[in-house]
């Protein structure tokens, strides 16, 4: 079957930093999505990754192995408009998105 | 970027009856998606819409359960019929960038539905 696992919950403090890490197994790989979803809002987009390595986008960074099957999204500086689920996403070998149950982050001042 | 709305954005519905939601882009799409997102769960893919074609359904859903038309490349309607308290849910719309299923997509806000 097909699984994406990340964290259900984390919290961090406010000007910290903090590693959100997702792994999958899936049917095939044609690139890895996270979004941001703040309570009661849609998805928005923030990264893309099909090679491996380090995408930096701001304070914002996602990192990608596909040996290990396996993403993290490294937020810094964090602030408290961080404080959303993130949300794990694979495109799979027939360019179908697998989803993750999100990771909810609480930013604490 | 796509520009995406939905009506309605909540709704309480009564068990056995059916509510059709509506999904607006402000730009033409080839494809269009729809989801359904429970609380604190992963984002679960109900059907593809293309226009000038029938939908295409992902296993566990039905056209006779949640019919979907798309009468041109900007818009698109899910009925959730005979509802039952386990379609309680978030009903979003999606639409990516471009022609591509993979690439980034953009969501709609959502419609909360709660089923009495």
């Known amino acids: 079957g097909q699984n994406i696992d990340q964290p259900t919950e984390m919290t961090a403090t406010e000007g910290a930093i903090v590693q959100i890490n997702c792994t999958y197994q899936t049917s095939g790989f044609n690139g890895l999505f996270w979004y941001q979803q703040h309570a009661g809002e849609a998805p928005t987009f923030l990264s893309y990754?099909?090679l491996d390595g380090l995408e930096e986008k701001g304070r914002f960074s996602s990192f990608l192995s596909r040996s290990k099957g396996y993403s993290y999204l490294l937020l810094k500086e964090l602030q408290m408009k961080d404080s959303a689920s993130y949300l794990c996403?694979?495109?799979?070998?027939?360019?179908?998105?697998?989803w993750g149950a999100g990771t909810k982050l609480i930013i604490k001042p | 970027s796509a520009v995406i709305s939905q009506k309605p954005s909540r709704d309480i519905c009564q068990r056995g009856t059916s509510l059709t939601i509506q999904c607006q882009v402000d730009s033409q799409v080839t494809m269009m998606f729809w989801y359904r997102q429970q609380p604190g769960q992963s984002l679960t893919l109900i059907a593809t819409a293309n226009q000038g074609s029938e939908a295409t359904y992902e296993s566990g859903f039905v056209i006779d359960k949640f019919p979907i038309s798309r009468p041109n490349l900007t818009f698109s309607t899910l009925t959730v019929s005979n509802m039952s308290p386990e379609d309680s849910s978030i009903y979003l719309c999606?639409?990516?960038?471009?022609?591509?299923?993979?690439?980034?997509?953009?969501f709609g806000p959502g419609t909360r539905l709660t089923v009495l």
């Open positions: 996403a694979v495109l799979d070998s027939n360019y179908q998105l697998i």
């Open positions: 999606s639409a990516p960038q471009g022609d591509r299923s993979y690439n980034e997509q953009f």
């Open positions: 990754n099909v």
